[in-house]
């Protein structure tokens, strides 16, 4: 049986993940993310720094997004990151501001200004954000429409 000193330092410098129950639904709900989406190079950088440091970057639809992107805002998961599917009609400047947003919200940058900064000021973070948020909740009204027969 392995004691909290029998660690090896590689442990130590992992982020703490979520339980097994968690981390099986995390799986379920959601596919890996391999750095097919669209992002500007310093999230993108960001988010396979993380990755190679042992969190699980992932990828989901519009309606599991919002729920695992709410278990991340709320601090109920850490090492955890969670990006709208590349099937929802993001532009590279939304998706890399909800992107930003994760970050901030997992406590993997300081503030969402870390990123914007990095980004030259000429991105306007809040009016991407909010663009790329209603295209993600038009996602599921549009296949809540499409399920119940509503025009």
């Not at 519009?62 to 695992?68: G, Q, T």
Request: proline share 5%; net charge positive; aromatic share 6%.
């Amino acid at each position: 049986m392995m004691t909290a000193n029998d660690r090896s330092e590689s442990d130590a410098t992992r982020p703490p993940g979520p339980g097994l129950i968690v981390r099986l639904l995390i799986i379920a709900s959601t596919v890996p993310w391999r750095n097919e989406t669209r992002l500007v190079e310093p999230v993108r950088g960001r988010l396979l720094a993380l990755k190679a440091a042992g969190w699980s970057v992932r990828q989901a639809s519009a309606r599991n997004f919002l729920i695992w992107r709410s278990a991340v805002c709320s601090s109920a998961i850490s090492g955890v990151i969670v990006l709208p599917s590349r099937h929802i009609a993001l532009d590279r400047d939304e998706r890399s501001a909800i992107a930003i947003d994760m970050l901030a919200a997992a406590g993997a940058i300081a503030s969402t200004s870390e990123l914007e900064g990095a980004l030259g000021g000429a991105f306007p973070f809040e009016g991407f954000y909010r663009s790329g948020m209603a295209k993600v909740q038009q996602a599921i009204a549009y296949g809540w429409a499409i399920r119940t027969g509503s025009p």
